[in-house]
């Protein structure tokens, strides 16, 4: 005879519970993480197609030496986009080598971190739905992302490239929006200053200081020159702006201000400073210093950079100029420098260090076994120095160098 059981409304009830609250752990757990397998594309709704085009293009075959895009060139009679080939490389699939190829060593272009993104294809991934931050401002009416400001603060905390306490943070169209706005910002705020400040920077300098500046052909800033030329004008009053450049564009070394005294501001173009080219040797310490994603994680066609100001009213004056010129950064760029961010923060942050270091040390080392080959150019010499983020004395991999001519 059958065993009566008696269960009551409540344990029914507390089940029931039970089971709803497994079962939304279990949805929970596949949407914020889950199995990375079937089951979490086939639970999304509204972002598989885009998930499939991306995948899609991305495993367009172009021989390794060249990559197709989701927005690249599409030729009449095909939906499918074409590869974009690599420097000396053509073909449909980028795999015929141009022997007669010419090196353009005027300029460079930091590809060399593209590998390392495709071995972090899925974390570095960014779906980006349509009606994504459609409003001018973010909820707090700024154009700057919050939390990757703290990501940023992160970040340099972790290398130890710079100090961020008791700083502002404003971001630019990369740092080539910053330059100027932070010259306008330490520029006489009085228009009707008898004098223009001097803008000046150790030569070899970046060009882009001058050109910009004199584009621009404003009546409170003019580009001056070589800073050593005002070593004995630097105390006569006159308002001095000097571009200081570590690691120097395009010599690699790690420059300090030429000039000083009270009429005299600095701007840090810290753009190379990161354990891939040079060796950190103490956090960078100056009242404005200037940063760029593109150099950092490879990404210059994003177009975002930032700034850490340590005076107020100067931080104030570069969100004026940034907000006339561009209303702030997009807020698709903030969102992939977020995301970027995340995958160099999270578990081994030496990853991207180490890749992109080595990356560069391999290039200088077959660089620098080609030139001595020749009786008339030779490379500068570049001492190595202690790291204090790899913790150890650190071979040569600058991202910009000299050669001189013998």
Known sequence: MAKKINISSNHVLRLLASSSIILNL????????????????????????AAAEAEAVAAIPCSGHGTAYLDGLVLDGSK????????CYGGTDCSQLDLHCVVNSDSGDPLFLEPFWMQHAASSALLVAGWHRM???YSDHSSI?????????????????????GRFVAFGV??????NAAVYALSPANSSSPAAASVVASIPFYPVY???????????????????LWKNNSKDGKKIIEFVTSPNNPDGHLNKAVLHGSNVKHIY?????????????????ADLMLFTLSKLTGHAGSRFGWALIKDEEIYERMLWYLSLNTMGVSRETQLRAFKLLKVVLEGRTRDLFEFGHKT?????????????????????KIETQYCSFFQKIRPASPGITLMQRS
């Open 26 to 49: 279990f949805f929970i757990w596949n949407w914020y993480g889950g199995t990375g397998g079937e089951w979490d594309y086939y639970y999304l709704s509204w972002s598989k197609r």
């Open 80 to 87: 499918v986009p074409v590869c974009e080939c690599n420097t």
């Open 135 to 137: 409003s001018y401002s």
């Open 360 to 380: 560069m040390r391999n290039r200088w080392e077959k660089l620098s076994k080609i030139v001595s080959e020749s009786n008339r150019f030779s490379l500068q």
């Open 145 to 165: 992302s919050k939390e990757l400001v703290k990501q940023i603060r992160q970040l340099h905390s972790t290398v130890g490239n710079a100090v961020t306490d």
């Open 174 to 179: 990369g740092s080539t929006q910053l330059l």
């Open 269 to 285: 173009d810290h753009a190379y400073f990161w354990p891939h080219y040079t060796a950190i040797t103490a956090p960078a310490n």
């Open 210 to 228: 001058q050109t910009q500046t004199d584009l621009l052909q404003s009546e409170e800033f003019r580009f001056q020159g070589d800073a050593s």
